[in-house]
């Protein structure tokens, strides 16, 4: 459904490219219990600065 605009990482992490690609958003997902938790929201320099599975 989203295309390229998502990549999916570790410990049930997925990363989404938002605002014409300007912005990135990491969150946890848990298909057990069907939440979505909110790790990360930040530019593309900020992104570089972390670890997406750590986060």
């Known amino acids: ?4 605009t998502v990549d999916f990482v570790a410990d049930s992490r997925v990363i989404f490219d938002i605002g ?13 219990y069907g939440q979505v938790l909110i ?7 900020e992104y570089d600065r972390i670890d997406a599975r750590s986060v």
Not at 1 to 4: N, V, Y
Not at 20 to 32: D, F, P, Q, T
Request: aromatic share 16%; glycine share 16%.
């Open 1 to 4: 459904m989203f295309g390229a």
């Open 20 to 32: 014409g690609n300007k912005y990135r958003l990491i969150v946890g997902v848990s298909y057990e």
């Open 39 to 45: 790790k990360f929201i930040g530019t593309h320099a």
